[in-house]
């Protein structure tokens, strides 16, 4: 059992091992980055499995990224004092446990809950392994493992979307749905092991204290946003509803403004001091438009090409993949555009694909055949997935040419918990739109008039990016 205690210092020694936790490391981050696409597919199979309602196929979607969203930042600030390799062991252990509870549920409820541990644990998780990465390499080293990162999680995507419509449709052992979980038991099992043994010890000496009280106060305020946006269709819109919805966006702005007047040794978990900043805050926006916009399209598609056309999950899963065949061919030159061209490249990229899901809403408008064919929404698909090459992959690297050095960790978290809680927000919005509708019209009445909220998300992306600086932070810096 490795306790090599390393720091971010540039002169700390080099662990021998460290390629070798590195890849062990990213076999258990590409856990989380496969499940964030792999649902998709087998979601209609998990509604009809288990007689869920829409409004908890909304919340197998957002319960996860809530999860994520609500623990994110304050599971990298514990890592950072604590010791990374505790809590990535701790989150390994729990994704695997969490993926077992979600595979063996019996009802939505518990498929629910298991999933929001599921995000939880995703978020212990992952920050540790960037965290580590920072420490355990420099110079070129960091790049090139930085760089693996990147390709791993470029590909998860698509190869999550295929995974999940061939484990669903394969049913294997009669599992089904199931097996998009319960294919993680055994790889957190291995990772779990091979991590005790390769995974070092590493932290930062000047790491404050982190402030869970505020991320619990975070965690009930992203909840109750959420909450009534899910519910409201199935119950009427209640008046609670709006009074959660305002507790709930009460909550998250007192944190702000508390944290802001507050001195003290905890780490804040909304620094003040970079919303202060319009690059950032509008940046911030920007990252929150473009997860609502993608995960929205996603649940309602994936529903309506399964339950309105036809298709296997298999089938589903090979048509979204010309969406990720997009985004790898413009993510390679993404970053070096951007380092010239700074905004104008988020711009484009917003537009793309703001235009390429307007031509799978004109293609699905305009067809008379009971089954829409493949081809007519390829072409738009691709495009879309071009332009999210040129939007998120230097879209941070963009704000933080505007963001001092000292809070550019903290930045780059604020902006994963927006994608998270952004993604959690479409789910709910564009979702609820979607099944309102069904219940009138049928599946493509309901995706016909889910996706003029899915192209205003891009939009408002390509509407806001002019504020952004202009031009980006090399990836080596």
């Keep these: 059992m490795t306790t090599t205690s390393l720091t971010a210092e540039p002169?700390?020694?080099?662990?021998?091992r460290r390629w070798a936790a590195a890849a062990v490391m990213m076999v258990a981050a590409l856990m989380d980055l496969l499940d964030v696409t792999i649902v998709n597919v087998a979601i209609p199979s998990m509604g009809r499995d288990l007689g869920a309602s829409a409004s908890a196929l909304q919340w197998t979607v957002s319960a996860y990224l809530l999860g994520f969203a609500a623990a994110?930042?304050?599971?990298?600030?514990?890592?950072?004092?604590y010791g990374r390799r505790m809590l990535f062991l701790a989150g390994t252990a729990g994704f695997g446990v969490a993926s077992l509870a979600c595979g063996i549920a019996q009802s939505p409820g518990q498929l629910i809950a298991a999933r929001a541990v599921q995000g939880v644990m995703a978020a212990v998780l992952m920050p540790q392994v960037l965290g580590s990465f920072r420490t355990l390499f420099h110079g070129k080293e960091r790049g090139a493992a930085f760089g693996m990162y990147g390709a791993v999680a470029g590909f998860a995507s698509a190869i999550g979307l295929l995974l999940g419509g061939l484990l669903t449709?394969?049913?294997?052992?009669?599992?089904?749905?199931?097996?998009?979980?319960?294919?993680n038991v055994p790889v957190a099992a291995v990772t779990f092991a091979a991590g005790l043994v390769l995974?070092?010890?590493t932290k930062e000496r000047s790491a404050g204290r982190p402030d869970v009280l505020g991320s619990l106060v975070l965690a009930g305020g992203l909840v109750a946003i959420v909450l009534p946006l899910v519910q409201g269709h199935s119950n009427g819109w209640p008046v609670w509803g709006w009074f959660c919805l305002a507790a709930g966006l009460s909550a998250v702005v007192g944190l702000a403004v508390?944290?802001?007047?507050?001195?003290?040794?905890?780490v804040p978990l909304l620094p003040a001091r970079a919303f202060r900043l319009p690059a950032?805050?509008?940046?911030?926006?920007?990252q929150l438009l473009f997860a609502v916009g993608m995960q929205g399209f996603f649940l309602v598609f994936a529903i309506w090409l399964q339950g309105g056309e036809g298709y296997t999950p298999m089938q589903?899963?090979?048509?979204?993949?010309a969406f990720s065949v997009g985004g790898f061919l413009t993510a390679p030159a993404a970053d070096a555009f951007a380092v010239r061209l700074g905004r104008l490249v988020l711009v484009a990229g917003s537009l793309m694909m703001a235009g390429g899901f307007a031509w799978v809403w004109y293609a699905v408008t305009q067809s008379d055949a009971t089954h829409t064919g493949a081809w007519p929404l390829v072409p738009g698909l691709v495009v879309a997935g071009a332009g999210l090459g040129f939007l998120v992959v230097p879209l941070v690297n963009v704000v933080l040419s505007a963001v001092p050095a000292e809070l550019a960790g903290g930045a780059s978290g604020i902006f994963s918990t927006a994608q998270q809680f952004g993604g959690a927000l479409g789910a709910a919005v564009i979702g609820t739109v979607f099944f309102e509708q069904m219940t009138v019209g049928g599946p493509t009445d309901a995706l016909s008039t889910a996706m003029p909220w899915v192209v205003?998300?891009?939009?408002?992306?390509?509407?806001?990016?002019?504020?952004?600086?202009?031009?980006a932070v090399s990836q080596d810096a």
């Design 169 to 183: 449709e394969a049913d294997l052992f009669g599992w089904g749905w199931r097996s998009v979980f319960l294919v």
């Design 456 to 471: 205003a998300a891009f939009v408002l992306c390509a509407a806001l990016c002019p504020a952004l600086p202009r031009t």
């Design 280 to 286: 950032f805050s509008v940046g911030v926006a920007v």
């Design 72 to 81: 994110l930042i304050v599971s990298g600030h514990l890592g950072d004092r």
């Design 316 to 321: 589903a899963g090979l048509v979204t993949v």
């Design 11 to 16: 002169s700390a020694t080099l662990h021998p």
């Design 199 to 201: 995974v070092p010890a």
């Design 258 to 266: 508390v944290e802001a007047r507050r001195r003290g040794a905890a």
